[in-house]
């Protein structure tokens, strides 16, 4: 066994760990994204909008990714459908 697959071993059950928790909080953590983008809106004001709006889709289709690695083919739940991606920015 190489060490990263000895390292991949080791840090599997925090994977999945982080996996529940977003799965757990995937609301809260969507509104703390969508407070923090609008903040940041808010100081920039609006100067770099669509930059924030882009990095906010991102990090959501990140959180949907985490939460629900086991829905698709063959997964536990779900429809097996991956989200579309967010708008483009205007």
């Known amino acids: 066994m190489g060490f990263l697959d000895s390292l991949k071993a080791k840090l599997a059950p925090a994977k999945d760990k982080v996996s529940d928790l977003a799965q757990q909080h ?3 953590i969507e509104q703390g994204l ?3 983008a609008k903040a940041v809106d808010s100081k920039t004001k ?3 909008s669509s930059r924030i709006e882009s990095g906010t889709g991102k990090a959501k ?3 949907d990714r985490i939460a629900h690695k086991d829905d698709g ?3 536990t739940g779900g429809t097996g459908t991956t989200p579309p991606p967010p708008p483009p920015a205007v």
């Open 26 to 28: 995937e609301g809260k």
């Open 34 to 36: 969508n407070k923090a």
């Open 46 to 48: 609006g100067k770099y």
């Open 61 to 63: 289709h990140a959180l």
């Open 73 to 75: 083919p063959g997964g």
